[in-house]
């Protein structure tokens, strides 16, 4: 599945469940409760916290594809092509980034 589908799958859906989408701003505040889910599980799990015996059932991988729907929700309703401004950014990073990784001591 590319982003180009996945934001239809999820437009989608939103017609066929979730009556409409919730404003940008619920949805910003929804994407940012989402990370914070995100946030809690690798700080417990691969951080320095000890993980609560609450969290040890959590699901990394649904808290992030948590994360992407909400993203691909905010995208959709402020009319951007993710795939597009995706593969744009993948580009710039590729030319700005490479030799400056391939350099870094802190890498190797």
Same mark, same amino acid.
């Given at each position: 599945?590319?982003?180009?589908?996945?934001?239809?799958?999820?437009?989608?859906?939103?017609?066929n469940h979730g009556v409409r989408y919730f404003n940008e701003l619920t #949805?910003?505040?929804?994407?940012?409760?989402?990370?914070?889910?995100?946030?809690?599980?690798?700080?417990?799990?691969?951080?320095?916290?000890?993980?609560?015996?609450?969290?040890?059932?959590?699901?990394?991988?649904?808290?992030?594809?948590?994360?992407?729907?909400?993203?691909?929700?905010?995208? #959709?309703?402020?009319?951007? #092509?993710?795939?597009?401004?995706?593969?744009?950014?993948?580009?710039?990073?590729?030319?700005?980034?490479?030799?400056?990784?391939?350099?870094?001591?802190?890498?190797?």
């Amino acid at each position: 599945m590319n982003i180009q589908n996945a934001q239809q799958q999820v437009d989608d859906w939103i017609k066929n469940h979730g009556v409409r989408y919730f404003n940008e701003l619920t #949805n910003m505040a929804q994407l940012t409760e989402e990370v914070g889910e995100v946030a809690r599980i690798i700080a417990r799990r691969y951080g320095e916290q000890s993980e609560k015996e609450s969290d040890k059932g959590k699901d990394l991988g649904e808290e992030l594809a948590d994360v992407l729907f909400v993203v691909l929700c905010l995208a #959709n309703q402020t009319g951007v #092509n993710l795939q597009e401004s995706f593969e744009k950014k993948l580009d710039i990073k590729t030319k700005r980034d490479h030799n400056r990784h391939h350099n870094n001591e802190k890498l190797k």
